[in-house]
T-cell receptor
Framework: DTGVSQDPRHKITKRGQNVTFRCDPI?????LYWYRQTLGQGPEFLTY????????KSRLLSDRFSAERPKGSFSTLEIQRTEQGDSAMYLC??????????????FGPGTRLTVT | AQKVTQAQTEISVVEKEDVTLDCVYE???????LFWYKQPPSGELVFLIR??????QNEISGRYSWNFQKSTSSFNFTITASQVVDSAVYFC????????????????FGQGTILTVHP
């Protein structure tokens, strides 16, 4: 079984730069989620897709953040003009759309972003 | 916001002790799901258990068991005969669903409980 993969695993960038992260979900899963986790906290929901449609966005997702899932497979999360407060672990998860398992989200290893 | 609260920030036990992690949630939803996830030092969140709001039967799965009490909005998780490999951060989470049983998507997580099991 191939799980959720994320790339890169670590990213160090200077304040003001743009960064883009990629997530590849489990192949038969058509729901994909992005969360952000800061040190000592639980993951916080950012956004989720069902196939290519972005169905919900959190207030945490400011104008500098954009997420896409153009073909309903992999997704990208871009942060423009990064700020030090963006430093966090960005987690991607996927789940099937229907059935009892749609409630079970399977997480990738995360991308740790450090903004200097 | 409908919060999930894990009052225990850190727990330290000695191997083979039983340990219970507490979780209290808020919800206005009629149907919802509760979860426990484990985050070992490697960082990847691992799904452990799921419980739905309309089934309060408590269960045991191997060394894991859980106690869901809708009346007190609590969903506690117990590890029996703890092992060093159980050392991790444990998160309780809540998800909602519509009347048709399709999940709304997002999970709301608690702040986590750091469990350290000493040999």
């Amino acid at each position: 079984d191939t799980g959720v993969s994320q790339d890169p695993r670590h990213k160090i960038t200077k304040r003001g730069q743009n960064v883009t992260f990629r997530c590849d979900p489990i192949s038969e899963h058509n729901r994909l989620y992005w969360y952000r986790q800061t040190l000592g906290q639980g993951p916080e929901f950012l956004t989720y897709f069902q196939n290519e449609a972005q169905l919900e966005k959190s207030r945490l997702l400011s104008d500098r953040f954009s997420a896409e899932r153009p073909k309903g497979s992999f997704s990208t999360l871009e942060i423009q003009r990064t700020e030090q407060g963006d430093s966090a672990m960005y987690l991607c998860a996927s789940s099937p759309r229907t059935g009892i398992s749609s409630y079970e989200q399977y997480f990738g290893p995360g991308t740790r972003l450090t903004v200097t | 916001a409908q919060k999930v609260t894990q009052a225990q920030t850190e727990i330290s036990v000695v191997e083979k002790e039983d340990v219970t992690l507490d979780c209290v949630y808020e919800t206005r939803d009629t149907t919802y799901y509760l979860f426990w996830y484990k985050q070992p030092p490697s960082g990847e969140l691992v799904f452990l258990i799921r419980r739905n709001s309309f089934d309060e039967q408590n269960e045991i799965s191997g060394r894991y068991s859980w106690n869901f009490q809708k009346s007190t909005s609590s969903f506690n998780f117990t590890i029996t005969a703890s092992q060093v490999v159980d050392s991790a951060v444990y998160f309780c989470a809540r998800g909602a669903s519509n009347a048709g049983g399709t999940s709304y998507g997002k999970l709301t997580f608690g702040q986590g409980t750091i469990l350290t099991v000493h040999p």
